[in-house]
């Protein structure tokens, strides 16, 4: 047994602080993929919490409710160690699920959407102006090789990713899309240009498409 640490930042201090109840808790802690991760889930608040022991860093966790488009808790809430890998059992559904790399949708075959967003960029509170945004990415990664489908260009050929850009750190627009490149285009640039200007930046990136960026 070693001295109790805490890993919780101030941020998620009051995250957690302004949930109406968080009696309902539940922690769970599982290795995969070289990192171990802890998951704290509040039915109640309908959030999921993610420390990343090996980075250091929190993230969200959620599963996206197709009626109404809002991210809710992520499902997987209880884990055991099984048959060489960790199997999870589903909060509200009677399913046992398990984690597999090179995946890109969840149980339910809905894609998972894979979201990093900045820090507010300001300078001396006075308008600030974007004129480029370039993302170093894993360009020309897709393993989507087939360009149709029914006439229609199949998904994660020609992968995107989505940029979003807040203002005022409250509120979202959806800005434009940029490539990440077919398979084979390493040398595809994701790039994003005249955003704007304004006295607050945030930059939401998010994509959804199956390939690992």
Known sequence: AGT????????????IAAMSDTE??????????GHTFFVISFPVADKSLCYDYTTGYWHDRADLDLRTGRDTMWSPCFCAAAWGTEIFGAYTQKKLICNELGKYDDYRGVNIRRMRRSPVYLADYSPIRIDELKVVANSGSTAILQPTTDGHETEGYNPTMMLAVSYDGTKYQAVDVARLGKAGHYSAECRYQNLGAGRYFVLELSITDKVCV
């Open 4 to 15: 109790p640490k805490k890993i919780s930042t101030p941020g998620i201090d009051r995250r």
């Open 24 to 33: 309902d808790a539940i922690g769970i802690a599982y290795n995969f993929a």
